[in-house]
Every structure is written in C-alpha cells, then in structure tokens.
C-alpha cells in the first residue's frame, strides 16, 4: 500500500461560471513511504495546488484521497488539522517563524499540538538544532539570524516533530546557491532516515536533487520518472527515460 494515493483528484474553483479553473484536473498519483520526490512546474502549473492537498491544508472538489490508506475528502477541518499535526511537516519558502519565539521554541511549537510535555519538546528541539549545526542560536531571536539560519530553524522543526512526511515548498528560493545546496543536503539527510520528502519547486536544478521528478502543467501531471542524471535533448531539467503520461 502506498503513503499517499490520490485518484481523479480535481480543485476547481468557480465551479460552473465563466471564471472557472480548474487547479487539478483529474489527477492521480502515487507515492511509497520514504521516496524524495519533487514536483515541479511553473506558477500557475498547479503544483502548489497540490501540495495543499497532499498536506491536507485543503481537500479536493472531487476524487480521493487516501493518506496512508485512510480517506481524506470528507475529514472536518478538526480531523485535517489533527492529521497535519501527527503525519506531516512543512517547510516553507518564508520560514514561517514567529518573532516573538526563542529558536528553540520555534523548534518546539508543532509538538505542542502533539500534546508532548515541555521537557521532552524543549530536549528533542534541541536536539534537532544540534543536528542542523546551529545550537548555539537556541536563545536567539529569528530576526538575529540570517536567511540561512532561519531556513535551518525550520528544518529543525520538521525534524523535531519526526512526522513520516516532510513537504518543502520552495524551500532554498530565498537563499543563495552554496546554503539552498546546504538546506538540500540537509532534506537528503531527513530522508535518509525515513522520512518521505515531498519538494515542490519551480526550479530544474533543484528538482534534480530528488530521486523522482513529477512536472505539472495546467492542472494536470505531464511527466512521472526516476530522476536519473541524464537529460533528454530539447526537454530541460527532465531525466532520460521519462514517462509522459
């Protein structure tokens, strides 16, 4: 069984009027527990569409989604948010820190939800600091750190929460070339101890990066493959032996 299943999944919005857009349409997709996968495509493509739905911030208008075999369509916004806070970390383009936080309490916030004592979320936040090399900035601030810094603090996050998911949204698009290839090392890191990393980008270099590539364009996905190293002349950024669909 895989993690995540989606069948005929479509967002539309405006359903019905002149304005309508269709965000995805008819969209399947699956992918197996401990896969690097990116998916790529330009603004508008559809990509971060589905990111939303793969992470449960949104649900489809029509088809089905099965995390981990259970269905995902009809959940309340209660049962979606407990499901985010138990089976998925994010890390976000932006940081998404809160000023007013410690780093380390950054590090922490998500496992308050999870309902885990101080002690044990102060410990593990810690922790996941030290791993991403960057302890000695507990007690700071996140606007004392630089964009680097704070983009760490947000991996150290997710991997402090140690969800089995782990989706990255444009994640190194704020940074320069030498930390985005640092921050990339550390998702490689991530996945490599389980944990399944979903990338979403606009990037081919970046997209290079993962062990599966999946292109959207116009709502729809255009390509599946194995990334491979090896390009396909007049197809940019593609593997050879990529699979249209």
Known sequence: MSLIEIKDVYKIYNEGLENQVNAL?????????GEFVAIIGTSGSGKSTMMNIL????VP??????LDGQP??????RELSDLRSRRISFIFQ???LIPSLKVWENVALPMTYQKIPL???????LEALEEVEIASKAESRPSQLSGGQQQRVAIARAMATRSPILMADEPTGALDSKTGAQVLGLMRQINAQGTTVI???HDNGIA????????VMDGKIVHDSLWDGVLVPGLEGAAAGERAL
């Open 25 to 33: 349409d008819g969209v399947s997709l699956e992918i197996a527990r």
């Open 55 to 58: 992470g449960c911030l949104d």
């Open 61 to 66: 208008t029509r088809g089905e989604y099965l």
């Open 72 to 77: 995902v369509r009809e959940k309340t916004e």
């Open 94 to 96: 932006g940081y998404n």
């Open 119 to 125: 002690d044990e979320r102060r410990r593990r936040a």
């Open 199 to 201: 990338l979403i980008t």
């Open 208 to 215: 290079a990066k993962a062990d599966r590539t999946i292109r």
